[in-house]
Each structure stands twice: as structure tokens, then as C-alpha cells.
């Protein structure tokens, strides 16, 4: 089975792609392209799918980066085949060295230099980490210059209902069109940050991911689903 992936038609010398749950090898709530770890799939059917994944994207899994991700703003460099370093976004200059950030509702999200030496970072931006800053730590990262960015596939403002302390902190942090009604708009917010950080050029692909069912959506499915992901590396 091929591993379908939506690319992102970066500009620069970039390969990134998000994936579905389609193309994998795993069975049950977890069918099938799999990529966390912290479930209770079995960790062998993990590797595959994330081999899959690399194979698919023309990346080597074995230089593949990850981090134990815990909803904060911190970004790491990327170390080729580092997993276990806590942290929510990756970035890279070295070509070649692929990064994967994993999500089941949060956001995707790609950063990319468009001006001087390539440099790329991948985030995993969920309602705190928006809070706490991860967007603008991953812009940061990247430094001063033209950047690009696009927003995978998340739970959009038509399935994200809040608590009133939740969506008051989001009010108070980003205004009004933070939120739809009682709906948390996650990819408004993205957007936002992303350009008041001075990110040029915003693409957002408005998947929801609770709403379509080639994704994994922890609320959707109570907790017990998969993880997708965005790859990517500097060509």
C-alpha cells in the first residue's frame, strides 16, 4: 500500500509533506500509517509505519529527528536519529536531515527561510503550546529574514468546543476572532502569530481533522487514535 502524503509546495530547496493515517501497517483505532509511539499500538508496527513514511517522503529514517513532545514553546535543533530530548518544534540547516513532529489534533505546522542559507523548522502547535509561544520560539529559531510557513491538517473551529476559562485566556490573548461562538479557531490564531512574528507568506490547508476520518483525532475518537505527522528536510 502506498503511503499518500499532502506536499507542501514549499520555496526553497525543501521537501515537506504531511501525512494521513492511510499506507500503514497498524490495525484497530490505530489504522493504519501510525506514527506515535505513545499509544497502545505495538511499537514494531510504529518503526514500519514510520520507515513508510521516510520511504515516501525520500528521507533516511535512520538520521530521522524526533522529540518527546509536551505541549511547550521549545525548539531544538535537530540531531541526526535523536528521539528522546523534550521540545514541541524542531529546525535544520544541515541538508538531508529529516525532522518529523507528530499531532492527532494540534497543528502541523512548517517553517521555511526563503532568503540566505536554507533553513527549515517543524512545530507541533496545540491550544497551549499556541499559549506559551511555540510559533514565535520556531520563528525565532529560524532568525531574522524572509520565512514561509504552511498549517496542516487540525481540528478546525467547526468541531473544537472549549470550557469558558479556555476560551477567556484565548479572548484575552488574541481577540475576538479567536474563537467562533463557544469553537476555539485554531488556525486563525496560527495564522495570526505567524504573521505578527513576520512570517511573509501563510498557507493553511484547512483540514479538520476531527471531521474527516483520514485522520486521527484524539477528540473525535476519545483519546484512543493514532498520530499523524509533517516531515520535512532541506533538500
Known amino acids: 500500500m502506498s503511503v499518500p502524503l499532502l506536499w507542501w509546495d514549499a520555496p526553497g530547496p525543501y521537501e515537506v509533506a504531511f501525512s494521513t493515517r492511510r ?7 490505530y489504522e493504519s500509517l501510525n506514527l506515535g509511539l505513545l499509544t497502545d499500538d505495538a511499537p514494531e508496527h510504529v518503526e514500519r509505519n514510520r520507515s513508510r513514511l521516510c520511504e515516501a517522503a525520500g528521507a533516511d529514517p ?25 521540545g514541541d518544534g524542531l529546525w535544520t540547516e544541515t541538508p538531508g536531515l529529516p525532522m518529523l513532529k507528530l499531532t492527532a489534533d494540534c497543528l502541523p505546522i512548517a517553517l521555511a527561510r526563503q532568503n540566505g542559507k536554507p533553513g527549515l523548522a517543524l512545530l507541533h502547535a496545540g491550544r497551549l503550546g499556541l499559549l ?4 514565535e520560539a520556531g520563528v525565532a529559531a529560524l532568525g531574522e529574514g524572509h520565512l514561509a510557513a504552511a498549517i496542516g ?3 478546525g473551529p467547526c468541531c473544537y468546543e472549549v470550557g469558558e476559562e479556555i476560551a477567556e ?26 504573521r505578527g512574528a513576520g512570517v511573509e ?24 487514535t493514532g498520530r499523524q505527522g509533517v516531515i520535512g528536510y532541506v533538500a
Open 62 to 86: 535512520v538520521r530521522l529527528a524526533m522529540n518527546r513532545q509536551v505541549h511547550a514553546a521549545t525548539v531544538n535543533r535537530a540531531e541526526p536519529g535523536e528521539r528522546g530530548r523534550e
Open 153 to 155: 491538517p487540525g481540528i
Open 132 to 135: 506559551e509561544g511555540i510559533v
Open 201 to 224: 507568506h501563510v498557507e493553511r490547508v484547512e483540514i479538520c481533522t476531527a471531521c474527516n476520518a483520514e485522520f486521527f483525532s484524539h477528540r473525535r475518537d476519545g483519546g484512543v
Open 23 to 29: 499506507g500503514g501497517v497498524s490495525g484497530g483505532p
Open 169 to 194: 485566556s484565548y479572548r484575552g490573548r488574541f481577540g475576538g476572532e479567536a474563537l467562533r461562538g463557544r469553537n476555539l479557531d485554531l488556525w486563525t490564531v496560527a495564522d495570526r502569530v505567524l
